[in-house]
């Protein structure tokens, strides 16, 4: 699983910092090469990427959190990849940011079951 976790997100951010990113940056796309609307674009677009998340099982109000968890980190990644000229960069924040949301993803669910009594082995 771990595996399959950092294959996508290096995926994810080759086709959106790498190949997108760099289109706006570029002037290819047709857009203005303004940096903050390439950084914004770029996490417009990843964002977008995890609308499908809201009909998975995470439900609207869950799917909206990942959402705009994933425009934020999408930001991150679009300011690492526009500053530091690396692609590297963009997949150490898009990495990084998966763990975190691990992280305080648990930590959330395990406070809902506390406080609406949902425990296992009820």
Same mark, same amino acid.
Request: proline share 3%; hydrophobic share 55%; net charge positive.
């Given at each position: 699983?771990?595996?399959?976790?950092?294959?996508?997100?290096?995926?994810?951010?080759?086709?959106?910092?790498?190949?997108?990113?760099?289109?706006?940056?570029?002037? +290819? @796309?047709?857009?203005?090469?303004?940096?903050?609307?390439?950084?914004? !674009?770029? %996490?417009?677009? /990843?964002?977008?990427?995890? #609308?499908?998340?809201?009909?998975?099982?995470?439900?609207?109000?869950?799917?909206?959190?990942?959402?705009?968890?994933?425009?934020?980190?999408?930001?991150?990644?679009?300011?690492?990849?526009?500053?530091?000229? +690396? @692609?590297?960069?963009?997949?150490?924040?898009?990495?990084?940011?998966? !763990?975190? %949301?691990?992280? /305080?993803?648990?930590?959330? #669910?395990?406070?809902?079951?506390?406080?609406?009594?949902?425990?296992?082995?009820?």
């Amino acid at each position: 699983m771990l595996g399959v976790w950092i294959v996508s997100s290096v995926g994810e951010e080759v086709f959106v910092r790498g190949l997108v990113q760099s289109w706006i940056a570029e002037g +290819s @796309l047709g857009m203005p090469r303004d940096r903050r609307l390439v950084v914004w !674009a770029s %996490a417009v677009m /990843f964002a977008a990427m995890h #609308v499908p998340l809201m009909w998975k099982g995470a439900g609207p109000v869950g799917g909206a959190i990942i959402v705009a968890g994933t425009l934020g980190l999408g930001w991150g990644a679009a300011m690492a990849r526009a500053s530091g000229r +690396s @692609l590297w960069h963009a997949i150490g924040v898009h990495v990084f940011g998966n !763990a975190a %949301a691990l992280a /305080f993803g648990v930590v959330g #669910v395990v406070t809902f079951r506390l406080i609406y009594g949902h425990l296992p082995g009820r």
